[in-house]
Structure formats: C-alpha cells, structure tokens
C-alpha cells in the first residue's frame, strides 16, 4: 500500500469533480435498482391478480410498473453519459499533466523516450486508466451499493437470511475477481512478455521482407514471424477457457440466490394469501441483478495492466534543472564564447566534448564538421543552453547563456534534422515561429523560402492541412515550411542541426540557397555531414573526438589543408 | 456450425424449461403449498439451468476453437501473401499498417467470428423458440413481444445510422483531436524551440475538452441507440405484466401462463441486446478482416521458376531487358520503354534526380516489382520478370537504411546462409571493416542489436549488410539504392574505401545521387521521368551527353565553382 500513498495520477482525479462521480455511482445503483423494481412489481402485480382483487387494488402497482420500466433505461442513459463525461473530463486533467511532466525535459523528449514508441505508450497509458475507472472501479463500486441495499432490505425481514445472500453477492464481487487475479497474474505478464515478442517478430518479418525474400527461405520466415503470434494466441485462449470457467462458477453461485430466494419465501411468506402475493416479487426480482455482478470479474482481471499503467506514469518525473538567475534577453549581441567547454553526461560517462575555445561574432557564419557521434549535436546543445557545461561556460558578450534561458527563443533559432510537423493547417505551423504573426507576414515567409507556388496550388492555400488527402511534404518542403517558422520567430542566431541530411544534392543546394539568402545577417550555427554549401560560411571548424581539430575560413582551409582538400575533392565528385 | 445452431436449439428449449419450473415453483409458492412439494420444480429448474450454463461453456469452447483456427489461418495467409508480394507491396501498404494488422487485426476478426458464430445464432434461434411457447400458453402476449422484435430493430437502425451520421459529419476533426494529444508529446521538441512548450499545456487541456464536448455530443445520440433497445424492452415487459394483471383479474386465464410468459420475455428480449452491446466491436472485427483480405487477394507473381538455377554471374551472363513498363497505382513516375543490358561482372550507376525512377528501376531488376510489358532475357532464357528464384539466389540488395534484425551481430551477419561459421562470419566482418569495432564491443560477436538491442551508427549498419552479403559467397550480383545518403562525409569515405575493392568480379548496379562514385564505375544509366535518357562510360558521357552533362552540373550545384577553376 506504500506506492498508493504515492500515487499521484489516479488519486487526484477521483477528488476532482467529485460530485459528477458521485452522480454517475448513484446513477449506476439505481439503474439496477429500477430493473430489479420492475421484476419486483411485475412479479406482485401477477401474484396479486391472480386473486382477482378491485383494479383499485393493483392500480399504484400498474402505475409504478410503467414508472420503473421507463425509468430503468433513462436512468441507464444518463448513467452512461455522466461516467464518460466524467471520465474525458479526467482525460483532459490527465493528459495535460502528463504533457507537463514531458515538457521539463522537452529538448531531451525524443532520446529519453525513443525505443519503440515509448510516447505513444505513455498515451495509451491514459487509455488504461479510463478503463481502470469505466471497467473496473465504477461496476464494483456499484455492485458493492446493490449488495449492501439487498442485504438491508432482506435484513428488514430476517437478517439471517440476509446475511446469507450478502455472502453470496460478496463471492460476486471479491472472491471471483481475486480467484481470477491470482489464476491469471502469470498468464497476463506473460502475454505481455509475448505480446512485445510478437510485435519485435512482425516488424523483423514486415521491415526485413527484402533480405528474407531473396533467401527463398519462405517456410523459415512463417515459422519465425508466427512463432509468437502463435504463442500468444494459444494463451490468449487459456484466458478465455479460464473465464468461462470462472462464468460458470458465477452462475451457479446465482442460482443458489435464486434457489434460495424460493425455498426462504416458500417458508416465511406462505402464511396467508396476502403475503403468498410477494413470492413472485422476491423471486424475479434476483434476475436483473445478475448483470451487475457478471461483468465485475472480468474488469478486475485486467487490473495487471490497468496497475502497470499507473505505475509507469507515476514513474516519470519531471526534470529539473538548476539555472542561475534568469535575466532578460539583450537585443544584440557582439560575440558568442565557449571558454574552456567539457562535457559528460554523468562523471562515469566518456567526455563528449573537451576543453573547448571558440568565438563567434555577430553576423558571423560558421560550419561545424565531423563524423557523426562525435559531439557535434552536443555543442549546439551547449551553446543554446539545453546542456550545461561540466567544466567552463557558455557566454554571450560576457553574460551565461543559462541566464537567458527563460526568454531563449527571442536570441536562438533552430532548425533541425527532422522539423516536426503538427496535424493542423499550414499556416498555423508557419505561425508557431511567432503567434502574434500576421496572414501576411505569414505569406511573405512562406513566399521568401520559395513555397508559395506549391501552396498556391493546394485546394485551400496556407489553411490547407500539411497531411491534406494524397499531398505529403518532400524533405525538403518540410524543412522550407520549418525555415519559414523560423523567419517569423527572427532570432538573432540561428543553429542548424544537418538539416539537408537524407536530401539529394539538388534538392539540398536548392535549400541551402534559400536558407543562406533569407537568413543573410543573422550569426549561423551550422553542424552539417557534408562539404556541400559550406564555401558559403565564414568559418569551418572540425569537431573529431570532442575535442576541435581545425578552425579556419572556407578558402584557407581549401588552399593548405590536405585532409580538407580531400574531402573536398570527393564531395564535389572528382575523386 | 450445424453443431453450434443445432446447441443453440437446445439452449433455447431448455431456458424454456428453466422458466417453466421457476414459474411452477412461484405457483406452488403462491398456492401456500408446503416446501416439500416445492423441491421438485426447484430441483428441475436447477437442472435446467446448470445445462443451459454448460452449453454456453461448450458453445463458448467450439466457436473460440473455430474462431482461432480460422483467424490463424488468416495471420499465416496474410504473412505468406507478404512474402510473395514481396517489399514493395510492404511499402504500399505502410510497415507501421501491416504490423498492426498482422497484430492487432488477427484478434479483432478472431472477435468477430466468435460472436457472429454466438451472438447471431443465438438472435436466429432463440427468441423464436421462446416466443412459440408464449404463444401457445397465451397467444396476446406472444404477439406483443412479436411485434416489438422489428419495432427494436427499426429503432435502433434509424438511431444508428443518425450517430454514425453525426460522427461521420464531424469525423475529420474528430480524428484530428483524437492525434492531437500524441502530436503535441512527438512534437514537444519543436516546440520547445519556438519557446511556447509552457503554455501549450494549456492547448492540450482545451483541445481535449473539445474533445470531449464533441464526443458527448456523438455519445449522446448513439448510446440513444442502446437506450431505445432498453427503452422498448422493459416497457415491453411492463406492458406484458399490466396485460397479464387484466387477463387474470377477469379469471380468463391462471397464474402459471401468466408467470412463465413474465419469467420468459426478459429471456425473449435477452439475445438482441447481447447484440446490441456487441454490436461496435463486432464492427472492428468486421473492418479489421476486410483489410486483411484486401491484401490477401492481391494477385501474387507466377512463372518464378523459369530461370534455370546458375552458378554465379560469368563472364559472358547477361541480362537484357527491352521495352521495360511499370506504372504504378499512384501518381508515382514508373519506368517507360527502358531498354537495358549488363553483362559479365560490371560497375553500373544509375542516376538521375529525386522521383526520376532510380528506385523503380532497382526494384524491377532486383525483381521486387513485376514490369505490366518487357522481354527479358537471362543467360539466353526468356523470363516474364526478374522475380526468379534462381536470380534472386544470386542477388543483394543494400538500401539507404538496411535493416537490422532483432538478434546478434552474427546471427544478422549469417542471415543469408545460417550454415556459415564462426570463422567464416569473422572474415566477412573483417572484409566489411567491422572487425574493430566488433572487438571493443563487451560482448562482441554475440552484441544485440535491433529492436530492443544496442543502437548502431548509419556507417556500422551498412557494414553489417555488406558482410551479410559478403558471408554468402553465391551472391556476386550487388544492388545498391543510395547506400551513403545519410552518412556524413567522413564516413562514406571510409565505406567506400571498403566497398570498391570488393566491387571486383561483381554485377554492381548502384543508383546514387553522389557524383564521386561516378569515378569507379564503367557505365552510368541516365533517367529522367521514368525513361533512360542517356548510357555510357562517365567519360564518354562527360564528354557528349547533354542530359549528362545537365544532370551532373545540376547536381554538383556549387562545387561546379571549384571544378571550373
């Protein structure tokens, strides 16, 4: 019970909007009060006929039939609506503070997150928890509110008796589910287990079909993908055996309710005939019940997942980092410096970058070279501020660039290796650069990064959706439509992070003209895989081991050094 | 099926007769009888009811059986189907689809055959049965709760197709809201460099609660679809009840009737509404088979044995293939009346701009694709396509980003020919230039990698495809699709230090975008817009191929300065 003292994702919510909960259990007591009401009074009215009474006599029971068959499916209705309101309501809590938990590690989301679809996962978390409340808690609670009703009303006329069907409606709703949890705990973690297996075989088969396809080992590539897919079908299918077993122990637990309603009316309301008038009644009244209790065993069982899933959302944590005092963000600047820049990521990782001296002035442009893995995405890092330095500083004429992270935005553009794309119109994904943007300012962004004749074509102009039916950005649109944002956002320095990666040699000049002509003024950053366009920069530098290996203008380097002459030579195609 | 229906018709007669003790028990009751005349009926309703649950248990068991067999069936026939297919049918459908389907679908439509085999047999045989006794025990009631039956139907259908009109109505933003929340988590990082991470928390919780506006307001009209069910059963059963009191109040008939046609309508009203809950999930189930069969009915490749098996691509083989056409579904360029010939072991490039056919044309030799019209010729044998056995026997494919399996550096390495030895895999590990850094490696050979295992660099993962190629010595016919876009400049220099010795006494077809492979190649294919637009020795073409020449100049761009000087 210690983690529940804890928890921190389902406790909450349960307070939050406590009465539309209350109303939603209530509601769900009394939709089945209302059905078993309807038995109860049906099975009076025809007891009570059967003596041929006055209509007089069976009026209010005519009455009060309608009234709890009308009422039954309205209360039902109403109860369905109140528990989804209530459970999206919680949704929107849930997934905005899971957005914020993420958000304090928001430039580190991607890497910390990446095997598999860890995200998408953490989003299907919240699924669970919603059927945590609409599978689980909400039928318990309220079967638990009908034993306790059964059981005061039959207590009203012997408690024994009452007693004896509490037990039995307790069964329902403890022992069958714990049965069910203690048979099925191994089986659910290892349908899990299989269920990942299945998934890592699949995509082995579906991603790796053109090396399996030319091997003509067909039979072996069957028996390879289906082999956990087989194994996981055949435990799925344990599970069902053991629920219908589970069913039928359900069952005949209920016939012994009803069994015994029988034989208790038989003894204690055959006295006259008025009182004979009510065995129909207690009798009938035991069947509509049967649907609260039947479902409770099979939404508890699925507690294994529904309690990983809190788990892993209580597992997160939101970052926090130690910035110095933040300080408003100066309009310009004169130079950027890295003195004597080291960085691990803990003491018992390798140093990605050491020791590190470079400075760069306003209006200057200089490209980063090196192989990949060796630091380079780092240092953008740790110049923009998102890393901080194990030993030396970042600074901006003389000021701690962790000083200005709080309005970084307004010094730092940046544009990356795979620019994200949001779901939504083009002209809001432009506009995410600056939101106060106008349409126009938008459009001339769009048109200086040269993809106003391609919107001009789309059905709906900028308002169009990026993934509009049978139109997808290229690569390079995709980092034009980013290029843009960052124009409108108009920081006075600019990263770029091997944004022409991937791109073919046409596609990448054609880009990085534009990128070198719109952004002209602005000091550029530029981490880049290739030689291509860098003739265009003010400075190359090479970043090997961590540590920098050359550091000159374009020209001289082109002129003297016999490494970059390589280099050089292959890039440009003459080698 | 005919057992299932034939268990149905059974089931059926005996909740009859669980009603007709339960109601013989309450008249007995009723009747101010003792308890020991009560034991009888009680007992018989017991009985009745113990079978009725055991024949849902073995119906539950056979239709599960049923449902799994078939539903495996169609997992093993849709992989088949992919293999056939081959690649380039994975990469119309979309991977992240196919795995879903593969998954996912198979339970879905495992579902689905379950219930249709349950749920619509119990709807067809059931209420029928019962409502033939009600009848015949008192023909108003039974006519009642007949003419409810299509009433229910009819209600539910005009709900239902009223929600599913309002979802549809609003379906695009309603899908759009449903991705808005996993975007705004994939997409943090871009907005966290436009500096309103923070407030878009805010963004999320409005959306969502637009969301869920929305959704209630869907919600609200197709659970009135369930409600109507609801509604028109319990006031059927109120009505069954108040007519009842009527008919025994005017003595026309006894309690008994009455009471089994009360205990039986819940039962007569019971099948439809299992229906009716089931009714969504039976709609996936229904979607999901549907996918799978589409792919499944996909007209696979035939006549892939005409190709005689070889050993190894000679001197003198030769491949030819005249007036090549592929077009695709889509708006994609495919290949138009390409003529091509390699022979004996050659260095081929193909080049050409992004969308020009490269891909396409790699595909179609590599016989991952099927031309519409082409006369092919290998080593003097006609063959309809290169999706030949013996062909691919001798092939390997490396693409920008080979894919690397679930398992151990080694066993991807012996992906090809699972026979090779360890000493065999270390030498071609070696040749690929993998063998030092393998070393550094803690576990080395025996190093997971793929899915769930160690991440591996761009320049690595090439090197692991080569030495799988290089492991399987029958394989001397090598395709490459730009194998060294991606890899930074260092890097492909060293690949290429490694690849180009082993190019000898191979068939290399290389499509490329980078012009310094250009260099160690003996002949280089031009396309433009899915046709060949210029073939020839670089410099043969340097010198007079004005497609070339533009081509190269276009794509040198800037270094073109440099070149001129």
Redesign the interface.
């Known amino acids: 019970m210690h983690w529940w003292k804890n928890e921190h994702w389902v406790r909450p919510d349960l307070k939050r909007y406590r009465w539309l909960l209350f109303w939603s259990l209530v509601l769900g007591v009394m939709t089945f009060v209302f059905a078993g009401a309807l038995m109860f009074t049906s099975g009076f009215l025809i007891d009570k006929s059967a003596t041929k009474p006055l209509f007089a006599a069976i009026y209010v029971t005519v009455v009060l039939t309608r009234a709890f068959g009308i009422g039954r499916p309205v209360f039902q209705y109403v109860e369905r609506l109140t528990s989804h309101n209530w459970v999206l309501r919680i949704t929107s809590h849930m997934r905005r503070k899971l957005y914020k938990v993420l958000e304090t590690d928001a430039a580190f989301v991607s890497e910390h997150h990446q095997t598999g679809d860890i995200l998408g996962l953490l989003a299907d978390d919240i699924g669970h928890i919603q059927n945590l409340y609409l599978r689980m808690i909400f039928p318990t609670v309220v079967g638990a509110g009908l034993t306790v009703i059964a059981t005061l009303l039959l207590g009203w006329f012997n408690w024994g008796f009452a007693l004896w069907i509490c037990f039995l409606l307790l069964f329902q709703i403890l022992i069958l589910p714990w049965w069910g949890l203690v048979v099925e705990r191994f089986r659910k973690a290892e349908q899990k287990q299989l269920n990942h297996d299945a998934y890592v075989s699949l995509t082995d088969s579906v991603l790796g079909l053109s090396d399996w396809v030319i091997t003509h080992r067909s039979q072996e590539f069957l028996d390879q993908s289906l082999a956990a897919p087989k194994k996981l079908a055949a435990s799925t299918a344990k599970s069902k055996r053991f629920q219908w077993g589970r069913d039928f122990v359900g069952q005949l637990l209920f016939v012994l309710i009803t069994i015994s309603m029988l034989i208790w009316t038989n003894l204690e309301w055959t006295g006259s005939q008025t009182s004979a008038n009510w065995v129909g009644a207690f009798v009938l009244v035991v069947f509509p019940l049967d649907q609260a209790f039947s479902g409770i065993a099979q939404g508890v069982g699925e507690w294994p997942t529904y309690r990983d899933a809190i788990r892993h959302l209580n597992d997160l944590h939101p970052v926090k980092r130690k910035l110095p005092k933040q300080q408003p963000v100066p309009t310009t600047f004169k130079t950027i410096q890295l003195k004597q820049v080291s960085f691990r990521y803990t003491p018992t990782d390798p140093e990605l970058i050491t020791d590190i001296d470079l400075t760069l002035h306003a209006g200057e442009k200089m490209a980063i070279l090196g192989p990949s893995g060796m630091g380079k995405t780092t240092l953008l890092q740790l110049v923009l501020g998102d890393l901080t330095p194990t030993t030396g500083q970042v600074l901006i004429d003389g000021q701690d660039v962790l000083t200005y992270q709080q309005n970084r935005t307004n010094l730092f553009a940046v544009l990356d290796q795979s620019p994200f794309l949001f779901s939504t119109s083009i002209i809001n994904n432009v506009r995410l650069g600056n939101e106060n943007a106008s349409d126009e300012e938008v459009a001339a962004a769009l048109k200086a990064v040269k993809l106003d004749k391609l919107i001009a074509q789309l059905p709906n102009g900028m308002d169009s959706s990026v993934e509009e039916a049978g139109f997808a950005f290229s690569g390079g649109e995709r980092q034009r439509l980013s290029l843009a944002r960052i124009l409108l956002q108009d920081a006075p320095i600019v990263l770029l992070d091997e944004p022409t990666v991937g791109l073919d040699p046409i596609t990448e000049q054609a880009l990085l003209d534009t990128m070198f002509s719109v952004l002209k003024g602005k000091t550029i950053l530029w981490v880049t895989h290739h030689l291509q366009g860098v003739s265009q920069t003010d400075r190359v530098v090479f970043l090997e081991d961590g540590r920098l290996t050359m550091n000159d203008t374009p020209q001289h380097l082109a002129e003297q050094n016999q490494r970059y002459q390589n280099l050089y030579a292959l890039d440009a195609g003459l080698r | 099926m005919t057992m299932l229906a034939g268990f149905a018709l059974v089931q059926a007669f005996v909740i009859l007769l669980q009603g007709k003790f339960?109601a013989e028990?309450?008249v007995?009751?009723?009747?101010?009888?003792?308890?020991a005349g009560?034991w009888m009926p009680?007992g018989l309703?017991?009985l009745a009811?113990?079978v009725r649950?055991?024949i849902?248990?073995v119906r539950?068991?056979i239709g599960?059986r049923f449902a799994?067999t078939g539903?495996?069936w169609l997992?093993?026939q849709l992989?088949?189907h992919?293999?056939?297919l081959?690649?380039a049918a994975?990469a119309k459908e979309g991977?992240g689809n196919?795995?879903t389907m593969?998954?996912d679908g198979?339970?879905e439509a495992?579902n689905y055959i379950e219930l249709i085999l349950n749920k619509i047999l119990n709807m067809s045989i059931i209420p029928w049965v019962l409502v033939a006794y009600i009848w015949y025990e008192n023909w108003l009631t039974g006519f009642t709760l007949l003419i409810m039956f299509p009433i229910i139907i009819l209600f539910m259908v005009i709900l239902g197709l009223a929600a599913r009109d309002k979802s549809e109505s609003q379906y695009a933003g309603f899908q759009?809201m449903s991705?808005?929340?996993?975007?705004?988590?994939?997409?943090?990082?871009?907005?966290?460099?436009?500096?309103?991470?923070?407030q878009?928390?805010?963004n999320?919780?409005e959306v969502?609660?637009d969301?869920?506006k929305q959704?209630?307001g869907v919600?609200?009209i197709a659970?009135?679809s369930?409600?109507a069910l609801?509604?028109f059963?319990?006031?059927s059963?109120?009505?069954v009840?108040?007519f009842?009191?009527?008919?025994?109040?005017d003595?026309s008939i006894?309690?008994y009737p009455?009471?089994v046609a009360?205990?039986l309508a819940?039962e007569y009203f019971m099948p439809i509404r299992d229906f009716g809950t089931d009714y969504h999930a039976t709609l996936n189930g229904k979607n999901a088979m549907a996918a799978i069969w589409k792919v499944i009915d996909q007209p696979l490749p035939t006549d892939t044995k005409v190709l005689p098996a070889f050993d190894g691509w000679q001197d003198q083989d030769t491949l030819s293939m005249q007036h090549l056409d592929f077009t695709y579904n889509d708006?994609r360029a495919g290949i138009h009346e390409a003529d091509l010939q390699f022979t004996g072991p050659e260095k081929v490039a193909i080049i050409g701009?992004?969308g020009s056919g490269k891909s396409t044309l790699l595909n179609l030799i590599?016989g991952?694709l099927q031309p519409q019209s082409a006369t092919i010729t290998v080593r003097g044998t006609k063959v309809p396509h290169m999706t030949q056995?013996a062909w691919?026997?001798h092939?390997?494919?490396i693409?920008?980003d080979p894919?690397l399996?679930?398992d151990t550096i080694a066993a991807n390495i012996r992906?090809?020919r699972p026979s090779a030895s360890d000493g065999e895999v270390r030498q071609a590990a070696k040749a690929a230039g993998l063998s030092r850094w393998i070393e550094t490696l803690p576990d080395g050979y025996e190093t997971r990698i793929?899915?769930?295992g160690r991440g591996i660099?761009?320049?690595q993962a090439q090197r692991i495809a080569l030495a799988?190629t290089l492991v399987d010595t029958n394989r001397s016919i090598w395709l490459f699709d730009e194998p060294t876009?991606?890899?930074?400049?260092?890097?492909?220099?060293e690949l290429?230090e490694t690849l180009v010795p082993l190019f000898k006494n191979r068939l290399v077809i290389f499509a490329t975008?980078?012009?310094?492979w250009?260099?160690q190649m003996d002949r280089v294919i031009v396309v433009d817009g899915g046709r060949i637009v210029a073939e020839g020795t670089p410099s043969e073409l340097a010198a007079h191929s004005k497609p070339y020449q533009a081509l190269?100049h276009?794509?040198?761009?800037?270094?073109n300065?440099?070149?001129e000087k």
């Open positions: 339960l028990g309450i007995h009751s009723w009747n101010r009888q003792s308890l009560l009680l309703f017991a009811f113990t649950q055991l849902v248990w539950n068991r599960a799994m539903s495996a997992q093993e992989l088949k992919l293999y056939a081959g690649p994975v991977t196919l795995v593969a998954l198979i339970p495992e759009k991705n808005h929340f996993i975007d705004s988590l994939r997409g943090l990082k871009t907005l966290q460099l436009m500096g309103i991470s923070r878009y928390a805010n999320v919780y969502s609660e969301y869920r959704t209630m919600l609200r659970m009135l369930t409600f609801d509604f059963t319990t006031l059963i109120a009505v009840a108040v009842l009191g009527i008919k025994l109040m003595g006894p309690l009455a009471m009360l205990i819940p708006k701009a992004s590599g991952f056995a691919q026997d092939l390997s494919y693409p920008q894919y399996f679930a992906f090809y793929g899915e769930g660099s761009g320049g799988r876009a991606h890899l930074d400049i260092e890097t492909e220099a290429k975008h980078r012009l310094h250009l260099n190269v276009e794509m040198r761009g800037e270094f300065a440099l070149v």
